[in-house]
């Protein structure tokens, strides 16, 4: 599918997909760069590794497909870097977890200086990070955003959503924006709140984690995810988050009035509507 | 261990229990009784199922323990059917998940009538309900909370802990009033909160769901739990619960003024603060 593909951050998710390309048959080369050291030497002793190299920009080249994998906030400055280096023809792309700001100064920076740039979205990940978490199925089965604009290729954008395809993934084609106000819902704002969850529980006796079952357990376990990589998401979509978590708390609140005028019949009706669509969750 | 255990209510937790006692020979006979004769006559086909009364007063004669898995809202009005037909030096005892309403009502209602009530809390379920999700390791593994009052003699409590560590559950004693705080925190809160978050999202597009990743479906899960049951424990709960919310009201809106004024630091130190929990969490 491509010749060379450039795997930039090779940590959970960068290492995953490149174990995916070469079982499947999906790249001649992977080419890895990381810019530590000593990511950069573990990378040597991988099988899903052609080639390491010290710099981004030798990275690319040659690199008929360039995938970012970096903590968000460092996407877009990566791009900045990468300018001038990336082969013409050749796709950029990246598997940030926001889009609008990304894609907004990523097209703009490679805009005229050869490569285009369309951001995707694999649904794919842990609350575990790095590469020793990495595995070749991670993606298989998930849902993956292609976030394009107006004015990208149709012939590029199918490419892209082609190789996600390729992967076994369900692709969405949405807007940037479009993209962010969505995954603030389904990925941001539950992590938020279940942070804000264990957050609280720490103030309190720290003994009570004795006694947890699982659904402690099942309802925080992202809150064990990267406090710096979250803190870029949360930040990057701030808006759209702040919106989300204030429909949330419309809730909680029309939850908590029920409970506290003792409505017995409108707390069941506000339980039942969050079981109903739970429910649908479990199935689809 | 006991002549005769009588389970009322042989719903999941119920029949799980009537399971694991035969498994583990700590019981000569066990003895149920459902109200609705169709869950009678399921019964009645169940090998763990050596008798099954056509009424509660039946089921405890002969009975020298009594284990009402019955809603939370209907154990204390189910003692007060019981008074004067529980054996004399009979331990009753109960599952539900709240313990200061039903300690209180159910003590005073077999007062010098026969047998002792004690109440439990096995921190073992699930979000399925009902028989047919029953399996004999339910409880195996998991806390359980004993909540004596003072004047409980020392010897029906300490046979009431040995009980459940017989079902290789880790016992912890605490006051009804203390352990409905614990499990306002550890439990009842994170339902609440699960079931607001899908209670919101309902209100928005339902086709988000389609991209959900497995972290909204773990952190949700327990929003599928029954709301007829679900609303019970809340409203027995209901001063705990309400001051545990206002507690994780306050986090909340900590974390949210850290990202609305960009304080990036202290939206990394806050998420750092649950990670840790929630990090202990996991190995415990």
Not at 165 to 177: G, I, N, R
Not at 245 to 268: C, Q, R, Y
């Amino acid at each position: 599918m491509f010749q060379q593909v450039a795997i930039l951050g090779p940590g959970l998710l960068g290492a995953s997909l490149a174990m995916a390309l070469k079982a499947r048959g999906l790249s001649g080369r992977v080419v890895a760069w990381s810019r530590r050291a000593e990511t950069r030497a573990k990378c040597r002793t991988r099988p899903w590794c052609d080639a390491v190299e010290e710099s981004a920009q030798q990275a690319v080249a040659g690199s008929d497909l360039v995938v970012l994998c970096t903590p968000v906030a460092t996407i877009a400055p990566l791009v900045g870097e990468l300018a001038g280096h990336v082969e013409p023809g050749a796709l950029v792309t990246d598997v940030g977890s926001t889009k609008s700001l990304i894609c907004r100064q990523a097209r703009s920076l490679l805009s005229g200086r050869g490569g285009a740039f369309i951001g995707s979205h694999p649904m794919a990940g842990s609350e575990l990070a790095g590469m020793e978490h990495a595995r070749e199925d991670l993606f298989a089965g998930a849902p993956c955003f292609v976030t394009p604009v107006e004015d990208d290729p149709d012939h590029e954008v199918a490419r892209l959503i082609r190789f996600w395809e390729a992967l076994d993934m369900t692709v969405e084609t949405l807007s940037p924006e479009r993209h962010d106000e969505v995954v603030a819902h389904i990925s941001h704002l539950p992590h938020f709140i279940a942070s804000s969850l264990c957050g609280y529980l720490a103030s309190r006796d720290p003994r009570w984690a004795h006694f947890a079952g699982p659904g402690l357990r099942d309802s925080t376990r992202i809150a064990s995810g990267d406090p710096g990589l979250w803190r870029q998401i949360f930040s990057q979509n701030r808006d759209e988050l702040l919106r989300a978590l204030d429909g949330f708390e419309d809730e909680l609140h029309a939850l908590k009035a029920a409970l506290l005028n003792d409505e017995s019949t409108g707390v069941a009706a506000l339980l039942e509507r969050g079981k109903q669509y739970r429910d649908r969750l479990r199935t689809e």
